[in-house]
């Protein structure tokens, strides 16, 4: 059975760290774009970040560039997703998602409909 599944989700304070894990189950994630996707309360499905296996390539939404990092292991069993300097609009729930890799990573990899394989998102709480 194909999963993703997403782990690291907590109650952070504003300024502080915190690192996402993706782990998949029945594939692997090496010939896909993997990507992070987040709701907040009220909003819509944004993607923040996104890899693609073709060649390593990444892309950040505006909104985390410089304080967020996807990355992943050396098996593509697991992709990361490093936040920095959280802000409290960063809070949400954080999903992962997969999708045969056609190419580098681009804008269209942050579109929530590129994407095939869904995990049940982790909850990303950001407050004093």
């Known amino acids: 059975q194909v999963q993703l599944v997403e782990s690291g989700g907590a109650l952070v304070q504003p300024g502080t760290s915190l690192r996402l894990s993706c782990s998949a189950s029945?594939?692997?994630?090496?010939?896909?774009?993997v990507g992070w996707f987040r709701q907040g309360p009220g909003k819509e499905r944004e993607g923040v970040a996104c890899?693609?296996?073709?060649?390593?390539?990444?892309l950040y939404a505006d909104s985390v560039k410089g304080r967020f990092t996807i990355s992943r292991d050396n098996a593509w069993n697991t992709i990361y997703l490093q936040m920095n300097n959280l802000k409290p609009e960063d809070a949400g729930v954080y999903y992962c998602?997969?999708?045969?890799?056609?190419?580098?990573?681009?804008?269209?990899?942050?579109?929530?409909?590129?994407?095939?394989?869904w995990g049940q998102g982790t909850q990303v709480t950001v407050s004093s």
């Open positions: 029945g594939f692997t994630l090496d010939y896909r774009v």
């Open positions: 890899l693609s296996s073709i060649d390593d390539s990444t």
């Open positions: 998602a997969a999708v045969q890799a056609y190419g580098s990573a681009w804008y269209g990899f942050l579109r929530s409909k590129e994407y095939d394989y």
